[in-house]
Nanobody, 124 residues
């Protein structure tokens, strides 16, 4: 069992930055690929944003966030981070931390555990 708790969301102007954190409980965190998904207002699905392998050597990004978002992890602290720069209004969403299992998966159907979500609002 893994529990995930996100923090760091908030309201920011377009062009600004936020850093999300996700702290995991449980001793198996370092064995999981991790990801961040987001659910935009009025949308039903959570969409893949970024993923990172268990050792941090492999990362994957949604095309629209490449060059602006950076995912990282610190296994000693059971924490995964999402640094978001040059934020745009279309980045507004609830962001969810996800434990993906052994590999990075793009589908929310393959998520083993979800966090509770943190709201990110980007004003124009």
């Amino acid at each position: 069992q893994v529990q995930l708790v996100e923090s760091g969301g908030g309201l920011v102007q377009a062009g600004g930055s936020l850093r999300l954190s996700c702290v995991a409980s449980g001793r198996t965190f370092s064995s999981y690929a991790m990801g961040w998904f987001r659910q935009a207002p009025g949308k039903e699905d959570r969409k893949f944003v970024v993923g990172i392998s268990w050792n941090g050597n492999t990362t994957r990004y949604l095309d629209s966030v490449k060059g602006r978002f950076t995912v990282s992890r610190d296994n000693a602290k059971n924490t995964v981070y999402l640094q978001m720069n040059s934020l745009k209004p279309e980045d507004t969403a609830v962001y969810y931390c996800a434990a993906l299992g052994l590999k990075i998966h793009y589908s929310n159907e393959h998520v083993d555990y979800w966090g509770q979500g943190t709201q990110v609002t980007v004003s124009s």
